[in-house]
């Protein structure tokens, strides 16, 4: 007899860009594609679908995705949300990974604050680092102190939440990765994003890009085919189903 698969609630928090979404898909799909395929996916949408404790029954590990809004506009999905995340990851304890908007949502539940990052937009290929913690942290097990990871954001971690661990940083942000307890943490990198998604996302932005003073053109040659920051995504499923 087959072990029974493993189910993760992935919540689907908002949809990528148009043009981005025509040629790759959602953010579900992403991750379907980048998570190990024996693990059963259940999607909760709590733009539209009914937010209560009552989502996590049955599941063994939650990721929230990335999104287009932010986690201070005044959403109402977004309180039920973080009251759903605080029941999986104090009362529940399930291993949680907060992706970009997830990892916001993750900080903003538990006291931080987020706000659009003062020293701008982070896009495309990004080199992060680890501290001390990172470098003990099982998330990233068989990460170099500095490994690359695509990115895109304009809001920030900028106070992480009193009981947090800042486990990593890069260029233009001191929070790109935090652990609270001991099976949640935040990621402000995309580890489900490939280098065609985020090629995709640089042309889709490229005027907002060039408005803000950076050249689109070079961001986009700079991307990167591999990236070593999705191994977290591999290693997550790993402390989420016990290995």
Same mark, same amino acid.
Request: aromatic share 6%; charged share 25%; no cysteine.
């Given at each position: 007899m087959s072990a029974p698969r493993a189910r993760c609630l992935v919540v689907r928090c908002g949809d990528p860009e148009p043009s981005v979404v025509e040629t790759h898909g959602c953010f579900v799909q992403w991750f379907r594609v980048a998570i190990d395929p024996a693990v059963e996916f259940r999607v909760l949408d @709590?733009?539209?679908?009914? !937010?209560?404790? %009552? +989502?996590?029954d049955g599941v063994q590990a939650v990721v929230i995705s990335g999104s287009p809004h932010a986690v201070f506009e005044p959403h109402p999905?977004?309180? @039920?949300?973080?009251?759903? !995340?605080?029941? %999986? +990851?104090?009362?529940?304890e399930l291993p949680t990974l907060g992706v970009c908007f997830g990892h916001q949502l993750l900080a903003q539940t538990f006291g931080g604050r987020v706000t659009r990052n003062p020293r701008g937009r982070e896009m495309g290929t990004i080199t992060v680092k680890l501290n001390e913690?990172?470098?003990?942290?099982?998330?990233?097990?068989?990460?170099?102190?500095?490994?690359?990871?695509h990115a895109t954001h304009r809001d920030t971690v900028l106070e992480p939440p009193p009981q947090a661990r800042v486990l990593a940083s890069s260029g233009r942000d001191d929070c790109q990765a935090f652990r609270i307890g001991r099976h949640a943490w935040g990621v402000q990198f995309h580890p489900e994003v490939t280098a065609p998604i985020m090629r995709g996302y640089v042309r889709s932005r490229?005027?907002?890009?060039?408005?803000?003073g950076m050249c689109p053109d070079t961001m986009h040659a700079a991307v990167r085919d591999e990236v070593e920051?999705?191994?977290?995504?591999?290693?997550?499923?790993k402390l989420a189903t016990g290995g």
């Open positions: @709590p733009r539209t679908d009914a !937010v209560g404790p %009552a +989502v996590l999905w977004i309180e @039920p949300l973080q009251r759903v !995340v605080r029941e %999986a +990851v104090t009362a529940r913690g990172g470098r003990g942290d099982a998330l990233f097990h068989g990460l170099s102190t500095e490994f690359t990871a490229a005027e907002v890009i060039r408005a803000e920051g999705a191994k977290v995504l591999t290693n997550f499923v």
